[in-house]
Nanobody
C-alpha cells in the first residue's frame, strides 16, 4: 500500500520552531511534486509550500522567509522547517504528493492524514 505519513506536529510557543516530515511509503516508482497544505478552523485549505522533484520551491506569501520546504529523494520524504512561528500558523498541516505506485502507469495525487500544529503561549 502507498501512503503519505506526516509527523512532527505539536505545540510550540510563538517564535519557536517545528520541523514536519512527510514520508512516502509503499511500492512507488516515482515521486513528483510534494507539498504542504494547512487548514485552520473556519478557513479553506491553503497551499503553504511545494517542492518539485527537481527541487524547485514555491511558498505562500504568509510564510516566505520563515518556512523552508526540502526533500530527500533517497528517503522519499519531504520536510517543512517552520521558524518564527506565529499563532496564525496554527492549523492541521497536510502533506500532498504526486507519486506513481508500482502497479500504475501514471502519477496519482495523494494526501496524508494531517498533523496538528498549535502555536500558543
Amino acid at each position: 500500500q502507498v501512503q503519505l505519513v506526516e509527523s512532527g506536529g505539536g505545540l510550540v510557543q510563538p517564535g519557536g520552531s517545528l520541523r514536519l516530515s512527510c514520508a512516502a511509503s509503499g511500492s512507488i516508482t516515482e515521486l513528483g511534486t510534494m507539498a504542504w497544505y494547512r487548514q485552520a478552523p473556519g478557513n479553506q485549505r491553503e497551499l503553504v509550500a511545494s517542492i518539485s522533484s527537481g527541487g524547485r520551491t514555491n511558498y505562500a506569501d504568509s510564510v516566505k522567509g520563515r518556512f523552508t520546504i526540502s526533500r530527500s529523494n533517497v528517503k522519499r520524504t519531504a520536510y517543512l522547517q517552520m521558524n518564527s512561528l506565529k499563532p496564525e500558523d496554527t492549523a492541521v498541516y497536510y502533506c500532498n504528493a504526486d507519486l506513481r505506485a508500482i502497479a500504475l502507469p501514471t502519477l496519482k495525487n495523494y494526501w496524508g492524514q494531517g498533523t496538528q500544529v498549535t502555536v500558543s503561549s
